[in-house]
């Protein structure tokens, strides 16, 4: 979790910089007075929208839904459940055993085997919870219009 907000972090900073250094050259260059900045508002603000590209303003959507915020945080949370049952009915007996019994190839092809529908039900509810129920979340409450996330 740590490592992917690094990364996070990191790839924004890298937008920020890119898409404001030829600005500040370009003005340096033409020996203009006025070099334009970005505020610290409009930095925080793109930090915390779930966007990778830094724009100085983005589209805004005139009021905050707080029913559609509840209603993806409750699919969150529900994901969270499901996940935790799969663990709890599909993972943990299959390797509950292997611990106490000898090691050979025919328990490890099986106990692989047996975790890869688990294993796949894992990656769907990850998709879902983060990429489209907290990803939508956080834009309504920053009022985000621009929602191509899988774009």
């Known amino acids: 979790l740590l490592l992917a907000l690094q990364v ?3 790839m924004k900073a890298h937008s920020f910089i890119r898409e404001n250094i030829p600005r500040v050259l370009s003005s340096v260059k033409d020996k203009s007075g006025t070099v334009h900045i970005p505020r610290i508002s409009q930095y925080l ?27 993806k945080f409750a699919q969150v949370l529900g994901s969270l459940f499901y996940a935790y049952y799969i663990f709890v009915r599909l993972c943990i007996p299959q390797f509950r055993n292997s611990s ?36 939508n979340a956080f834009a309504e409450m920053l009022r985000f219009a621009d929602r191509m996330f899988y774009k």
């Open 45 to 71: 603000y793109f930090l915390f929208a779930p966007t990778l590209i830094y724009r100085d303003n983005y589209p805004r959507n005139p009021m905050i839904r707080w029913g559609y915020v509840a209603t």
């Open 8 to 10: 996070r972090l990191v």
């Open 100 to 135: 106490q019994e000898t090691f050979n190839l025919r328990g490890l092809v099986l106990c692989i085997f047996n975790s890869i529908l688990p294993g796949v039900l894992i990656l769907f509810l990850v998709f879902f919870a983060f990429l489209h129920c907290w990803l």
